[in-house]
């Protein structure tokens, strides 16, 4: 490989030492609106035609993975929050449910119930994220007012139930801290019974206007066997035509009880991923109808000591985050603080794609690329 | 830092029989009562300990038989298999995964340190399969100065997981198309997951020159 020029610029297999006419590499963020936080993209061009890039991160690197192997079990927990802070719930349930594999603690149905319902709502509220910023990314103002409208409700019953509505820290290991208050019922039903309407707000906005088709149709194409070689998960994976849910593949919390669709894409480009994510979020009201309707009653929390010394091993769990597979994987070596955790992060994994999805788009593409992926840095560099 | 939990462990306990008196004290009679009754023997709960489990199918047969002497063991913790294989043939098991036994996609790589074993880290290589819907984990043990061959060629998804494996324990893996740190700066000093980097350890001269600052903490 070529000596690169400057310290920094490199991209694998280029050589960047010798630029044509019309070639040139310009740097994007990390200070960059439509970079969803603190993402640097190094471009290379060809007049507008992006021939390749570089994903630079680490600037949100808080090194949680170390900070694990310094607290309790316990103390560790809302830690994981503040990974994809936009949905911390999905992250608590995944860290959770990893714990009480590797201690073999049962949870009581009914905690199991509000996790799956909490959860669901938590994927309507980051969906509904990444439609409003997408669409403005894009050039359509109007979606994101709509979108924040919506995904205000849903914090308003996190925050009723646990007094927080991003770093919600709502789960405990074993099941669940809190038992869910007068009108939790009430307020989950009064939020569904209208959202499918909304839903088709968003979509007469966008579905057919054309230019949203134009803007997305065909960009960032990824094929199914780019994305199963790239380790790609969630609904970009479902947009390349892989029908594969981790709720379906290996349910965990009451996911086993309930009629869902996992909706699919053929075409792997950004209109399918759009697509894909607007008709999830209807699947997970229709999971949150079926749960709200039959909590079972009983205890919240499983039989967990105050101090959890799991027997020494290992154990991989993962969960369907809004973004992807996130997945725990955690060793014990008998001892109340992990000896290890490792955080499989969709987000990290998802923007190795970036690369093969954006050549030979136009630099305009590369915002709706990076929006089509849904990354939260925090996530991204942990 | 270390102490911390332990250490507070003897202060806690007081306080949690106060508040909790009937569960603490429930729990401590009964041993107490069952020795007096009928049976003494079943409370003595000293069960040896339920995993690591040795693991044989058919699967890992052909594994064995395929590879032989590399498949180091086969067992399986929380129901989940795991192959311990030979490190210097990994790409090669990887490969044969992949290809015969339709392990697709590699879900992550990642690396944990063991400071006092002989070869002090293990790689531990997650692996899912679309057509089986099944797990299977391939762990190797590494020496610091050993340079595993890179599963990059096998999975295009090994690039990023390799480089942090790099950037945070300073694996070195042998045909990767482009070994950098990928989170900390490419100048940082230390490879922050490795036990003997404290949690409060940091590159003071990087810090001091690049951001101006004599501390980051």
């Known amino acids: 490989m070529a000596e690169t020029p400057t310290r920094h610029v490199h991209f694998p297999g280029m050589d960047t030492t010798v630029l044509g006419a019309d070639e040139i590499i310009i740097n994007m963020g990390p200070q960059h609106p439509s970079t969803h936080g603190v993402l640097r993209v190094k471009l290379h061009l060809d007049g507008e035609k992006v021939i390749g890039s570089e994903c630079i991160i680490g600037y949100l690197h808080r090194g949680v993975e170390k900070i694990a192997e310094h607290r309790s079990y316990q103390q560790f927990a809302p830690y994981v929050d503040r990974m994809d802070y936009v949905a911390a719930v999905s992250n608590g349930l995944g860290y959770c449910e990893a714990v009480e594999k590797l201690l073999e603690v049962e949870v009581p149905p009914r905690a199991k119930v509000v996790r799956t319902i909490l959860t669901e709502l938590q994927r309507i509220a980051s969906h509904l994220l990444w439609l409003g910023t997408h669409a403005l990314d894009i050039g359509a103002l109007t979606p994101i007012f709509y979108c924040f409208r919506e995904r205000e409700e849903i914090l308003k019953i996190f925050e009723k139930y646990c007094g927080a509505r991003l770093t919600t820290h709502a789960f405990r290991i074993g099941g669940l801290q809190y038992e869910v208050y007068d009108g939790f019922e009430e307020d989950v039903k009064r939020f569904l ?3 499918d309407r909304k839903i088709d707000e968003y979509e007469a906005l966008l579905t057919t206007n054309r230019i949203w088709v134009e803007r997305t149709k065909g960009i960032g194409v990824l094929s199914a066997q780019d994305a199963i070689a790239l380790g790609v ?29 996992i909706p699919v894409g053929s075409n792997g480009d950004t209109y399918d991923r759009y697509l894909v994510r607007m008709e999830e979020m209807r699947q997970s009201r229709r999971i949150c109808l079926q749960a709200i309707e039959d909590i079972p009653s009983g205890p919240i929390l499983g039989k967990v000591g105050k101090v959890m010394k799991p027997a020494p ?11 992807g597979e996130l997945g725990y994987y955690i060793v014990s070596d008998g001892t109340t603080q992990p000896y290890r955790v490792r955080i499989r992060p969709p987000s990290f994994i998802n923007l190795q794609a970036f690369d093969t999805m954006v050549r030979g788009h136009l630099v305009a593409d590369v915002v709706a690329i990076i929006g089509t992926i849904d990354i939260v840095l925090g996530e991204v560099d942990r | 830092m270390a102490d911390e939990p332990t250490s507070k462990q003897p202060e806690k306990r007081p306080e949690t029989s106060e508040g909790q008196p009937p569960a603490r004290e429930t729990s401590a009679q009964k041993p107490a009562e069952k020795p007096a009754g009928e049976k003494p023997v079943p409370p003595k709960k000293e069960a040896p300990p339920a995993w690591p489990k040795p693991l044989d199918n058919e699967m890992v047969r052909r594994f064995r038989q395929r590879f032989g002497d590399a498949i180091l063991d086969a067992l399986e913790d929380r129901k989940q298999a795991i192959l311990v294989v030979a490190a210097e043939r990994l790409r090669e098991i990887a490969e044969y995964a992949r290809d015969e036994e339709q392990f697709d996609m590699l879900t992550d790589l990642t690396a944990v340190d063991w400071p006092k ?27 610091e100065h050993d340079q595993p061959p890179s599963l990059a060629p096998v999975w295009a998804a090994a690039n990023w997981l390799e480089r942090e494996c790099f ?30 980097y404290d949690i409060l350890q940091q590159d003071t001269a990087w810090v001091r020159e690049n951001l101006g600052i004599e501390s980051g903490q």
């Open chain 1, 193 to 195: 019974a209208d959202f």
């Open chain 1, 313 to 323: 091993g290992e154990v991989y769990h993962s969960i369907e985050a809004p973004k």
């Open chain 1, 233 to 261: 998960t969630g609904p970009v994976l479902r947009a390349s035509g892989v029908k594969w849910d981790i709720r379906k593949a290996f349910p965990y919390a009451a996911y086993d009880r309930y009629d869902f669709e």
């Open chain 2, 167 to 196: 950037d945070m324990f300073g694996i070195r893996f042998e045909g990767h198309p482009d070994l950098r740190r990928i989170l900390l700066p490419d100048e940082w000093v230390g490879h922050p997951l490795r036990k003997d």
């Open chain 2, 117 to 143: 074993r002989e070869k002090r880290f293990d790689l531990v290589v997650n692996l899912y399969s679309f057509p089986r819907n099944e797990r299977l984990r391939l762990k190797a043990a590494v020496g």
